[in-house]
Protein backbone atom coordinates (compact mmCIF):
# COMPACT_ATOMS: atom_id res chain seq x y z
CA UNK A 1 0.00 0.00 0.00
CA UNK A 2 1.78 3.25 -1.08
CA UNK A 3 0.43 6.87 -0.61
CA UNK A 4 2.08 10.52 -2.88
CA UNK A 5 2.60 13.53 -0.94
CA UNK A 6 2.67 16.49 -2.84
CA UNK A 7 5.39 18.90 -2.00
CA UNK A 8 5.12 22.07 -4.10
CA UNK A 9 5.84 20.27 -7.30
CA UNK A 10 7.67 17.38 -5.50
CA UNK A 11 6.12 14.52 -5.97
CA UNK A 12 7.72 11.54 -3.34
CA UNK A 13 6.00 7.73 -3.43
CA UNK A 14 6.67 6.31 -0.22
CA UNK A 15 5.81 2.80 1.32
CA UNK A 16 2.89 3.59 4.02
CA UNK A 17 3.95 0.37 6.21
CA UNK A 18 7.34 -0.44 5.85
CA UNK A 19 8.66 -3.90 7.29
CA UNK A 20 10.85 -3.66 10.50
CA UNK A 21 13.60 -4.88 8.46
CA UNK A 22 13.22 -2.06 5.85
CA UNK A 23 16.81 -0.02 6.27
CA UNK A 24 17.13 3.88 6.01
CA UNK A 25 18.75 3.77 3.06
CA UNK A 26 16.26 1.45 1.27
CA UNK A 27 13.37 4.45 1.57
CA UNK A 28 15.74 6.74 0.98
CA UNK A 29 16.50 4.74 -2.77
CA UNK A 30 12.82 4.62 -2.88
CA UNK A 31 12.48 8.20 -2.25
CA UNK A 32 14.88 9.38 -4.58
CA UNK A 33 13.60 7.28 -7.64
CA UNK A 34 10.00 8.19 -6.84
CA UNK A 35 11.62 12.47 -6.98
CA UNK A 36 13.92 11.08 -10.07
CA UNK A 37 10.89 9.55 -11.88
CA UNK A 38 8.76 12.91 -11.33
CA UNK A 39 10.85 15.75 -12.12
CA UNK A 40 12.49 13.79 -15.19
CA UNK A 41 9.44 13.25 -16.83
CA UNK A 42 7.06 15.73 -15.85
CA UNK A 43 8.03 18.59 -13.59
CA UNK A 44 11.41 19.64 -15.08
CA UNK A 45 9.54 19.58 -18.77
CA UNK A 46 6.93 21.67 -17.99
CA UNK A 47 9.04 24.14 -16.10
CA UNK A 48 11.66 24.63 -18.77
CA UNK A 49 10.07 23.15 -22.01
CA UNK A 50 7.21 25.32 -22.00
CA UNK A 51 7.51 27.96 -18.83
CA UNK A 52 11.11 29.19 -18.27
CA UNK A 53 12.67 29.03 -21.46
CA UNK A 54 9.60 30.42 -23.60
CA UNK A 55 9.45 33.50 -20.88
CA UNK A 56 13.17 33.97 -21.50
CA UNK A 57 13.25 34.40 -25.42
CA UNK A 58 9.81 36.01 -25.93
CA UNK A 59 11.73 38.70 -23.77
CA UNK A 60 14.91 38.61 -25.37
CA UNK A 61 12.58 39.08 -28.77
CA UNK A 62 10.49 42.07 -27.19
CA UNK A 63 13.68 43.77 -26.78
CA UNK A 64 14.90 43.45 -30.36
CA UNK A 65 16.97 40.15 -30.36
CA UNK A 66 16.15 37.91 -33.85
CA UNK A 67 15.00 34.25 -33.82
CA UNK A 68 18.19 33.26 -35.91
CA UNK A 69 20.49 34.83 -33.00
CA UNK A 70 18.83 33.52 -30.12
CA UNK A 71 19.30 29.93 -32.43
CA UNK A 72 22.92 30.48 -32.90
CA UNK A 73 23.51 31.45 -28.94
CA UNK A 74 21.46 27.81 -28.45
CA UNK A 75 23.47 25.82 -30.53
CA UNK A 76 26.74 27.41 -30.95
CA UNK A 77 29.46 24.90 -29.91
CA UNK A 78 30.96 27.35 -28.16
CA UNK A 79 28.72 27.62 -25.50
CA UNK A 80 29.64 24.27 -24.15
CA UNK A 81 33.19 25.64 -23.34
CA UNK A 82 32.22 28.96 -21.94
CA UNK A 83 34.26 31.23 -20.78
CA UNK A 84 33.46 33.57 -17.68
CA UNK A 85 35.46 35.75 -18.10
CA UNK A 86 34.10 37.26 -21.50
CA UNK A 87 30.80 37.25 -19.29
CA UNK A 88 29.17 40.60 -18.28
CA UNK A 89 30.91 43.00 -20.63
CA UNK A 90 30.06 45.66 -22.29
CA UNK A 91 27.26 47.90 -21.03
CA UNK A 92 25.76 44.86 -18.95
CA UNK A 93 29.07 45.03 -16.93
CA UNK A 94 28.86 48.86 -16.51
CA UNK A 95 25.16 49.16 -15.04
CA UNK A 96 25.68 45.79 -12.99
CA UNK A 97 29.08 46.89 -12.09
CA UNK A 98 30.77 49.58 -12.86
CA UNK A 99 29.23 52.71 -12.30
CA UNK A 100 26.99 51.36 -8.98
CA UNK A 101 31.05 51.21 -8.23
CA UNK A 102 31.75 55.07 -8.56
CA UNK A 103 28.86 56.09 -6.43
CA UNK A 104 29.99 53.55 -4.14
CA UNK A 105 33.27 54.87 -3.84
CA UNK A 106 32.05 58.53 -4.03
CA UNK A 107 30.06 57.92 -0.87
CA UNK A 108 32.47 55.97 1.02
CA UNK A 109 35.80 56.56 0.49
CA UNK A 110 37.53 59.36 2.47
CA UNK A 111 39.39 60.58 -0.41
CA UNK A 112 36.14 61.92 -2.44
CA UNK A 113 33.86 62.75 0.77
CA UNK A 114 33.52 65.75 2.90
CA UNK A 115 34.25 66.59 7.05
CA UNK A 116 30.72 64.79 7.58
CA UNK A 117 31.51 61.83 5.57
CA UNK A 118 28.98 62.71 2.83
CA UNK A 119 29.98 62.90 -1.10
CA UNK A 120 32.23 66.21 -1.33
CA UNK A 121 31.34 68.45 -4.55
CA UNK A 122 34.20 67.22 -6.95
CA UNK A 123 35.53 69.17 -9.75
CA UNK A 124 35.34 67.29 -13.09
CA UNK A 125 39.09 66.79 -13.28
CA UNK A 126 41.97 66.77 -11.52
CA UNK A 127 44.81 64.12 -10.26
CA UNK A 128 43.73 63.25 -6.85
CA UNK A 129 40.19 64.16 -5.36
CA UNK A 130 38.20 65.12 -8.85
CA UNK A 131 35.67 63.01 -10.43
CA UNK A 132 38.08 61.76 -13.42
CA UNK A 133 39.81 60.17 -10.72
CA UNK A 134 37.03 58.95 -9.00
CA UNK A 135 36.22 56.94 -11.81
CA UNK A 136 40.22 55.60 -12.51
CA UNK A 137 40.19 54.45 -9.28
CA UNK A 138 36.77 52.46 -9.73
CA UNK A 139 38.02 51.21 -13.36
CA UNK A 140 41.18 52.00 -14.75
CA UNK A 141 40.78 53.41 -18.23
CA UNK A 142 37.50 53.93 -18.08
CA UNK A 143 36.09 57.01 -20.12
CA UNK A 144 34.48 60.15 -17.05
CA UNK A 145 32.93 62.16 -19.68
CA UNK A 146 30.83 58.25 -20.68
CA UNK A 147 30.16 57.86 -16.85
CA UNK A 148 29.08 61.18 -16.02
CA UNK A 149 26.69 61.48 -19.38
CA UNK A 150 25.38 58.19 -17.98
CA UNK A 151 25.29 58.91 -14.57
CA UNK A 152 23.89 62.49 -14.97
CA UNK A 153 20.97 61.03 -17.55
CA UNK A 154 19.71 58.55 -14.53
CA UNK A 155 20.05 61.32 -11.79
CA UNK A 156 22.58 59.43 -9.28
CA UNK A 157 24.76 62.75 -10.13
CA UNK A 158 23.79 66.44 -11.14
CA UNK A 159 26.32 69.23 -12.71
CA UNK A 160 27.59 72.20 -10.34
CA UNK A 161 28.11 74.80 -13.12
CA UNK A 162 30.29 73.65 -16.09
CA UNK A 163 33.29 72.61 -13.51
CA UNK A 164 31.82 70.67 -10.92
CA UNK A 165 29.48 67.75 -9.77
CA UNK A 166 27.48 66.40 -6.85
CA UNK A 167 26.35 62.91 -5.75
CA UNK A 168 22.40 62.69 -5.71
CA UNK A 169 22.03 58.92 -4.99
CA UNK A 170 24.48 56.40 -3.60
CA UNK A 171 21.71 53.48 -5.69
CA UNK A 172 21.85 53.46 -9.29
CA UNK A 173 18.20 53.43 -10.80
CA UNK A 174 18.34 52.82 -14.46
CA UNK A 175 14.02 53.74 -14.68
CA UNK A 176 14.95 57.12 -16.85
CA UNK A 177 16.42 54.57 -19.51
CA UNK A 178 14.83 51.66 -21.05
CA UNK A 179 18.22 50.23 -22.77
CA UNK A 180 20.03 50.85 -19.47
CA UNK A 181 17.33 48.85 -17.52
CA UNK A 182 17.00 46.19 -20.07
CA UNK A 183 20.77 45.52 -18.99
CA UNK A 184 20.48 45.52 -15.47
CA UNK A 185 17.84 43.39 -15.89
CA UNK A 186 19.23 40.62 -18.01
CA UNK A 187 22.52 41.02 -15.76
CA UNK A 188 20.21 39.99 -12.84
CA UNK A 189 18.76 37.04 -14.68
CA UNK A 190 22.36 35.90 -15.14
CA UNK A 191 23.86 36.55 -12.09
CA UNK A 192 20.83 34.55 -10.72
CA UNK A 193 21.56 31.80 -12.82
CA UNK A 194 25.21 31.22 -11.38
CA UNK A 195 23.24 30.35 -8.67
CA UNK A 196 20.99 27.98 -10.31
CA UNK A 197 24.20 26.21 -11.96
CA UNK A 198 26.26 26.58 -8.84
CA UNK A 199 23.83 24.74 -6.94
CA UNK A 200 22.87 22.28 -9.56
CA UNK A 201 26.13 21.58 -9.70
CA UNK A 202 26.62 20.95 -5.71
CA UNK A 203 23.57 18.65 -5.82
CA UNK A 204 24.89 16.64 -8.69
CA UNK A 205 28.08 15.97 -7.89
CA UNK A 206 29.20 17.06 -4.85
CA UNK A 207 27.01 15.96 -1.93
CA UNK A 208 27.86 17.62 1.33
CA UNK A 209 29.48 20.82 -0.38
CA UNK A 210 27.96 23.76 0.38
CA UNK A 211 25.77 25.43 -2.36
CA UNK A 212 25.39 29.80 -2.78
CA UNK A 213 22.59 31.31 -0.58
CA UNK A 214 19.14 31.14 -1.44
CA UNK A 215 15.56 31.36 0.22
CA UNK A 216 12.62 32.72 -0.92
CA UNK A 217 9.27 33.96 1.33
CA UNK A 218 6.18 33.35 -0.79
CA UNK A 219 2.54 33.54 0.12
CA UNK A 220 -0.12 32.35 -2.86
CA UNK A 221 -3.40 34.60 -0.96
CA UNK A 222 -1.90 38.12 -0.39
CA UNK A 223 -4.52 40.42 -1.03
CA UNK A 224 -4.37 42.17 -4.32
CA UNK A 225 -4.79 45.99 -2.45
CA UNK A 226 -1.98 45.29 -0.56
CA UNK A 227 0.66 44.89 -3.13
CA UNK A 228 1.52 48.33 -3.37
CA UNK A 229 2.05 48.51 0.33
CA UNK A 230 4.16 45.55 0.14
CA UNK A 231 6.76 47.50 -2.37
CA UNK A 232 7.28 50.08 -0.50
CA UNK A 233 7.81 47.35 2.24
CA UNK A 234 10.10 45.56 0.51
CA UNK A 235 12.23 48.73 -1.18
CA UNK A 236 13.09 50.33 2.94
CA UNK A 237 13.96 47.09 4.17
CA UNK A 238 15.86 45.93 1.13
CA UNK A 239 17.91 49.22 0.30
CA UNK A 240 18.59 49.03 4.13
CA UNK A 241 19.96 45.53 3.66
CA UNK A 242 21.93 45.97 0.56
CA UNK A 243 23.73 48.73 1.70
CA UNK A 244 24.87 46.37 4.75
CA UNK A 245 25.94 44.18 1.72
CA UNK A 246 27.61 46.85 -0.06
CA UNK A 247 29.77 48.04 2.87
CA UNK A 248 30.72 44.14 3.86
CA UNK A 249 31.74 43.85 0.33
CA UNK A 250 33.92 46.63 -0.19
CA UNK A 251 35.75 45.89 3.24
CA UNK A 252 36.54 42.40 2.19
CA UNK A 253 37.39 43.64 -1.35
CA UNK A 254 41.45 44.25 -2.86
CA UNK A 255 43.19 47.44 -4.37
CA UNK A 256 44.19 46.12 -7.47
CA UNK A 257 47.87 45.60 -7.64
CA UNK A 258 50.69 44.84 -10.08
CA UNK A 259 50.17 41.17 -11.55
CA UNK A 260 52.77 39.87 -9.76
CA UNK A 261 50.88 40.78 -5.88
CA UNK A 262 47.42 39.86 -7.34
CA UNK A 263 45.37 37.44 -5.42
CA UNK A 264 42.70 35.72 -7.03
CA UNK A 265 39.39 37.78 -7.03
CA UNK A 266 35.70 36.79 -7.59
CA UNK A 267 32.42 39.35 -8.87
CA UNK A 268 30.53 38.50 -5.23
CA UNK A 269 26.78 39.90 -4.35
CA UNK A 270 23.48 39.37 -3.54
CA UNK A 271 20.15 40.60 -4.54
CA UNK A 272 16.85 41.55 -3.21
CA UNK A 273 13.67 40.94 -6.01
CA UNK A 274 9.81 41.18 -5.90
CA UNK A 275 7.25 39.01 -7.29
CA UNK A 276 3.14 39.15 -8.26
CA UNK A 277 1.44 36.82 -10.52
CA UNK A 278 -1.96 35.49 -10.91
Known amino acids: ETWCGHLSIWQVTVTAKPSKHASRASRKVRSN?????????????????????????????RLGAGRRALLTAIDTTTQKGRDPRKEFTGLARKV????????????????????????AKLPL????????????????G???????????????????????????????????????????????????LTTVEKNLEV????????????????NHRVDARHVPEFQLFLQEQGDDFLQVVDDWLAAHSVALKPAKHRVKTLRVGTGVYMFASD
Open 203 to 218: TARKPGTKGFYERAAT
Open 96 to 119: FFDYPAILHEWHTNPRFTDVAGMP
Open 33 to 61: VGIRKVTGDSALDLMIGEGILARVAQMLM
Open 142 to 192: ADPEEALSVLVRLRAVARIGKTSVVARSRVLNTVASHDLTAARLLSVVHAM
Open 125 to 140: RGRRRSFSALVQRTQA
